[in-house]
Structure formats: C-alpha cells, structure tokens
C-alpha cells in the first residue's frame, strides 16, 4: 500500500506524541513504517486499536520526532519490512464456548474452527497482560460479544475470541472472552531475549490438532530465590514490601510495565551509598513495619520516607551506609514522612531476572512474589567499595506537593471548565493509591463525551479520568493501553514525588515549562 496515511498527531506529556489513524489497517501499516526506520531517539513504539503511542528520550526531540512521524504516514509502504513467516499456533479445538459461540454467530462449531484456522491473522498490539496479543484479519467475518459475566479464571493457553480480535492467553488470568479451544505454544516467557512470541505486526496461523495439548505455562510469579550468597531473612514484611530494581523500560509494546521503584532517585541513592551499581536491587517498603535479620554481616543504606530505623532496638541514620552485623535485626517503623523508604544491601538482591528485571510488578505477576515472613533473600557481588558518606542530606518527603502538568492527547474530550478546575484545585491523594496508580480526590471533570475510548497506549504519570470524573495517576506498574482520556501528564522528573505521596498527601497542578 502507498499514499499518505490520515493522521492526527496529540501531545502526551513531555516525551511522547500518540498518533492516532482511522482504523487497525492504518495502524498495521504506521507501526510498520515507524518499527523499520526509528531513530535512536525513539525509545518506545507501542500500537494499540487506532493509535501508535510514539515515546522519546528528550523533550526537546518532539519537533524533530513529529517531521519523522509525518514522513512515514505518508509512505508507509516504503518503509516496511519484508513480510515475516507466520508463528502457527497448533490449536486444539475443544473450548467450554466452542458450541455456545458457534450457536451465537448462527454456524456449526466445525465451521466456526475452519473459518477461524483458514484466516490469515495478524497481531495488531498487546496488552491486558504480558505477551497477550490482540489478532485480527481481513479474513474475519464475525464479531463475538464478549461472555456477560468475565471468568474469574482462564487457563494459560486458552485460545478466545471477543469483538473481531481472536487471542491467546499467555498466563492464567481472569477474562471475559469467548473459549474456543487452547495452545500449547510459549506464548510468553520472562526469561528468554525475546519474550513474547506474539509481537505487534507478526503474521499468525492457527493450526487444528487433534492430539491433546496441554495448557502452556503461565508467567507465573516467581518464588523467591536466586544464585547469590544467603545475606537477609525477611522477619515482617509490614504493610507492603517488594523487591524493586530500575524496572523493564520500553517494553510496552509487549504488554509489560516499566514496573521498578516509584521513587527512583532513592534507590539510586541507596545503592550508591553501599557500594552498588544504581542499577541494583533492592527493597521498597510502604508505610513501614518491615523487619529483617542479616544472615551474614554486610552493609545497608535506607533511603526514601523518613522514621525511625532500629538496628538491634539502636536507632541508625538514614541516607547513611552501616555495618549490618550477622544475627541482627533491622526494623524500619512506621514513616513520618513519605510513602516508600528503599532498603539497599551490599552486592544488591540477586533474585532471577523476569524480562531483563528483578522488579516485582503487582500487576501483570511479573518477576518475585511480594515479600512474605521467612523469605530468604540472596545477594550478589559488590561492585565498588563503600564509599565515604559525604552525600549531602535529604530533605524528607512534603505533605503538600506542587506538581507540573504537561498537556495530555484528549483534553478535546472535556468541557472548558475541566483545565482551570484542574489547576486551581487542590486535589488529596485518596487511599486508593498503589504501585498501579493513585486515584485523588477532589472536584469532578466535566466529560464532553461519555463514551471510552478504544485501548489506546499510556505512559506513568498519565491523568487518567473516568467516568466519575476524579483523575487517577498511573504509576511504574499502571496498564500499558487503557481507554480512559487522559487529560494531562505528570512529566518523568516529578514521578518520584508522587512514589513519597501518601493518602492525605495535597497535590496542587500548574503548567509545566
């Protein structure tokens, strides 16, 4: 195909742009072009129903990256790669709404399978979980509802249809398509290069079997463990602590989060302190209660929240290395100020990696479970010398913030009086605040439309608005494509405030520079 591609071009904040097409061919055809020709500046392309989100390194590269953009949507063939051999998926065709949905579209369940093996699919994007694609094909002629009530259970491997996307699930997880058979194929596998075997733009072929297969293995969340030498012993988890690294940037297009600490900047520092590469993992801790004894005398910093830190019932400074003597217990209480204190450790944690990660994304089960009482936590090789602790001091986290508000790609969907009720508000983050995303409280924002949006692709930091009007900010685990409007974006360098801000915290929004 050649010609130009209709598109409109919307800001998303200060490092991306979404560009939005007049249907899934365009997008098929501007993914393509875009994946064949991105410059090194374009960190992330991440295709959803209508819209290719583009992101960026710099800010001052959005000129640049909107010429780019209007170049391939107006050739896209001339840029688009040779055509891939299909990934064929062999299929059995025994799903509990095989006959049920075959009855719906008015044909019998064989027909249905030699329709639904016969079209040549394509997987359009990913996303509702890690490696789940969304298929479609010219060849398609049905549109399935989706099943009223949503399983609260679906086996990893089932092959489903809902609207005109067939798919096939990566792991176990809830769902509300329709069951027409399962796979046996490794849909998605956290320690391989190339995870996902079903990538946007990959042509794909269901093939009939009738051999049993057994369902594929789910991306489960991993057990705790690792290769390293024993060094901590978790005694008290408190009200929330996981294990968090720099994250999966760039992984979107795959349907996986960034994920990593919320507040980054103090992980860096953490591990810095005790002789770490930035890069290292270590623990996030919410509010406090978290306990833990050293197995075997090493090093550690607390960074992050401020309370008081006990070793051995001994109060210890914070933002500071020290001596952590075997047998001994660290017990951070509960925070003063902030929302998240990081816990670094000579050598950092050395879990197994999931997708290039140690994090643990509570969303998608990616990478080590929470920490529970009794988890055994290996460490890894130190990779400097603890250094003098000549950091200069840390001021604690605010209870009132003033955060920047770059423009967002749907702020058209509002009335007039939504923008100046967002600036001239003073929003409370509400209890409802996770590492998926904090939902505030405050005056509502007035939709023009009320009607959501098809799954578009999002960044963290993005303001999400739902129906009721109250914006939620997406954070390091939040969804890679939603259909919420966003109507404004936190930039990067401020998310790290917004990791400290706990409920009750006070959020006012000026416009960014």
């Known amino acids: ?93 025994d799903g509990d709404d095989l006959e049920s949905t075959a009855a719906i579209l008015g044909i019998s369940a064989d027909a249905l ?10 997987v359009a994007f990913t996303g509702f979980a890690p490696g789940f694609g969304y298929l479609v094909s010219e060849d398609w002629p049905y549109d399935v509802p989706r099943l009223d009530a949503p399983r609260t259970r679906v086996p990893a491997g089932s092959v489903g249809l809902a609207g005109g996307f067939s798919g096939a699930y990566p792991r176990e997880t809830p769902g509300g398509w329709r069951l027409i058979g399962r796979t046996d194929a490794p849909l998605f596998v956290p320690e391989a290069s190339s995870p996902a075997l079903l990538a946007p733009g990959a042509p794909v072929r269901f093939r009939p079997v009738r051999a049993s297969a057994a369902p594929a293995a789910p991306a489960a969340v991993s057990e705790i463990g690792g290769f390293g030498v024993p060094g901590i012993r978790v005694v008290a988890p408190g009200v929330f602590a996981s294990i968090q690294d720099l994250g999966r940037p760039g992984l979107g297009a795959l349907g996986v989060a960034r994920s990593g600490a919320l507040d980054r900047a103090a992980l860096r520092r953490g591990n810095r302190l005790v002789g770490n590469d930035e890069t290292a993992a270590g623990i996030e801790a919410v509010l406090g209660g978290f306990r833990a004894v050293a197995t075997r005398d090493t090093w550690f910093a607390v960074t992050g929240a401020r309370g008081p830190i006990l070793l051995d019932g001994r109060p210890v400074d914070q933002d500071a290395a020290t001596l952590w003597p075997a047998g001994t217990e660290l017990h951070l209480d509960w925070y003063a100020a902030g929302a998240r204190a990081y816990l670094s450790v000579r050598g950092g944690l050395a879990v197994p990696a999931q997708v290039g990660s140690r994090s643990t994304d509570t969303m998608s089960g990616l990478g080590p479970a929470s920490l529970r009482p009794g988890d055994a936590l290996p460490l890894g090789e130190p990779a400097h010398p603890v250094p003098p602790n000549d950091l200069a001091p840390w001021d604690a986290p605010p209870d009132e913030l003033e955060v920047a508000l770059a423009p967002g790609p749907r702020a058209d969907r509002f009335a007039a009086s939504a923008l100046p009720v967002l600036f001239e508000s003073r929003w ?86």
């Open 1 to 93: 195909m050649t010609g130009d591609l209709p598109v409109v071009i919307r800001p998303f904040g200060e490092r991306a742009l979404l560009v939005e097409t007049d249907g899934q061919a365009a997008v098929l055809a501007l993914h393509a072009a875009l994946a064949a020709s991105r410059p090194d500046v374009v960190t992330e392309l991440v295709p959803a129903a209508r819209t290719v989100l583009v992101r960026f390194a710099a800010p001052d590269a959005a000129t640049a990256v909107r010429t780019w953009i209007g170049h391939a949507a107006s050739d896209p063939a001339a840029d688009a790669p040779p055509e891939a051999e299909p990934v064929v998926l062999d299929t059995v065709y």
């Open 428 to 513: 409370v983050v509400s209890a409802q605040a996770d590492r998926v995303g904090v939902r505030l409280e405050g005056p509502e924002l007035e939709r023009t439309r009320a009607d959501e949006l098809p799954s578009e692709g999002m960044v963290p930091g993005a303001l999400q608005v739902p129906p009721w009007g109250r914006p939620t900010i997406l954070l390091a685990d939040g969804p890679v494509t939603g259909g919420y409007p966003v109507i404004a974006v936190i930039p990067d360098a401020a998310l790290d405030a917004i990791g400290q801000a706990r409920p009750g915290t006070g959020i006012r929004f000026r416009h960014a520079r």
């Open 113 to 122: 399978v030699a329709a639904h093996t016969a079209a040549a699919w394509r």
